[in-house]
């Protein structure tokens, strides 16, 4: 047993929550201290179970609490995995593929739907349309890694996406293709809680607190070119601004 194990059990003894609980606050402390990357392997059940002189199942126990705070993925066949976590700066007007890049994840995108519809009342107001306009919806889930982070739907005027299937999965690279890359945005960021729908398509406890983020962007003429809806996992997304004295 190591020095750092000893002093663990030491600190097991004089703890009254339960057994599983402890080990799950040290291994959470170990990945907020980055004692494991991002995709590094956890300890399998059984070598946590002899390391720290526990059953599996205590051991499994504890295992659960990271993945339930989303600290951990679990691999069908493989182990549990330190799971990836998203800073996105403030400043910055980005797409999700180009964040997760630039971090060196592998974004994706599941599909949910992509259809030609007359644009809402909000739609209209949101993106200066006039009633009865016909927009691209685009209803997606957003993941990295294969690890779903943000549920999102974007609506765009038809005459900028006249072929919602033909978007790829980057909206955005798609847009610059097309000539109509926004230069600008306006986002507005507010917590709620997930609902049963949305902690099922975002695979988190049903009331989770999330992230939601309204983005308006612009051409640079002015004319408003998209809408966008995110639902983020708070647990894997983090926003960060610099802010300077005047």
């Keep these: 047993m190591t020095v750092q194990d000893q002093e663990t059990a030491a600190q097991q003894k004089s703890d009254s929550s339960p057994l599983y609980m402890q080990i799950a606050r040290k291994l959470i402390e170990d990945v907020r201290a980055g004692r494991y990357q991002v995709d590094q392997a956890l300890p399998s059940e059984r070598a946590l179970s002899e390391q720290l002189n526990v059953s599996r199942v205590t051991a499994r126990k504890a295992i659960d609490q990271l993945v339930e705070q989303g600290l951990v993925v679990r691999k069908r066949g493989s182990g549990n995995y330190i799971a990836p976590r998203i800073e996105q700066p403030l400043s910055n007007l980005s797409s999700f593929s180009e964040q997760l890049q630039q971090r060196g994840y592998r974004p994706g995108s599941r599909w949910l739907k992509r259809d030609i519809v007359v644009a809402s009342a909000d739609e209209q107001m949101s993106l200066g349309l006039s009633p009865n306009t016909k927009v691209a919806r685009l209803e997606r889930l957003r993941l990295a890694d294969d690890v779903a982070m943000a549920y999102e739907v974007s609506v765009l005027p038809a005459t900028v996406v006249p072929d919602p ?14 000539g109509k890359a926004p230069v ?3 986002q507005h960021i507010r917590a709620m809680n997930a609902s049963a729908e949305l902690a099922r398509q975002l695979d988190v406890p049903e009331g989770q607190a999330v992230l939601f983020i309204t983005r308006i962007a612009y051409l640079e003429n002015g004319t408003a070119v998209e809408l966008t809806h995110s639902y983020c996992r708070s647990d894997h997304y983090d926003f960060v ?6």
Excluded: P, T
């Design 241 to 246: 601004a610099e802010m300077r004295r005047s």
């Design 165 to 178: 299937a033909a978007v790829g999965d980057s909206l955005y690279r798609y847009l610059e293709r097309a």
């Design 184 to 186: 600008r945005a306006l």
